[in-house]
T-cell receptor, first 111, second 112 residues
């Protein structure tokens, strides 16, 4: 079956860059997503990338996709305390109806 | 403007007392999903509707049911909540299956 893995925790200092990594197993993945979840809240779609792309940049966010290694990363430039949250990587493949989520990476930003 | 709305945000029920959670959307999306998320875990899909077609995940307990009376609304009914059903329940929508999903703020269910 499909599997998505993330490291559980990342701590950075305010102003530094954060890099959150994700690996997945399904070679038929078509879309890969990054969601942000703040405490007690729902999931906010941050960005996504099509599987035929290598990189996508959106303001402070950069998504890199290495399809050969099935590795996805999210880089947050100039990390702020408001970026503290759990970040979920998710993917969906051809013909599948549901997203497969990773277990989430808790990002802690120290002042 | 809120696009996926869930009510209530917090729900407290007693063990075995039926409860209904509500979701509505202004996006006119075809697909609506219900996820269960327990503390420090990834969301787990319970079921989804594509238009009026209901699709249950194989491991969703019979205790959980859903209704979608029209495009905009979808309900999650928990017939006899147990202590293990305490969780955040997330509703999401997408235009088509496999498209990006937009989530509501969730309803946190407490079972006493």
């Amino acid at each position: 079956g499909e599997d998505v893995e993330q490291s559980l925790f990342l701590s950075v200092r305010e102003g530094d860059s954060s890099v959150i990594n994700c690996t997945y197993t399904d070679s038929s993945s078509t879309y890969l997503y990054w969601y942000k979840q703040e405490p007690g809240a729902g999931l906010q779609l941050l960005t996504y990338i099509f599987s035929n792309m290598d990189m996508k940049q959106d303001q402070r966010l950069t998504v890199l996709l290495n399809k050969k290694d099935k590795h996805l990363s999210l880089r947050i430039a100039d990390t702020q305390t408001g970026d503290s949250a759990i970040y979920f990587c998710a993917e969906v493949g051809t013909g599948r109806r549901a997203l497969t989520f990773g277990s989430g990476t808790r990002l802690q930003v120290q002042p | 403007d809120a696009m996926v709305i869930q009510n209530p945000r917090y729900q407290v029920t007693q063990f075995g007392k039926p409860v209904t959670l509500s979701c509505s959307q202004t996006l006119n999306h075809n697909v609506m999903y219900w996820y269960q998320q327990k503390s420090s875990q990834a969301p787990k899909l319970l079921f989804h509707y594509y238009d009026k077609d209901f699709n249950n995940e194989a491991d969703t307990p019979d205790n959980f049911q859903s209704r979608r009376p029209n495009t905009s609304f979808c309900f999650l009914d928990i017939r006899s909540p147990g202590l293990g059903d305490a969780a955040m329940y997330l509703c999401a929508t997408s235009r088509e299956l496999g498209n990006e999903q937009f989530f509501g703020p969730g309803t946190r269910l407490t079972v006493l």
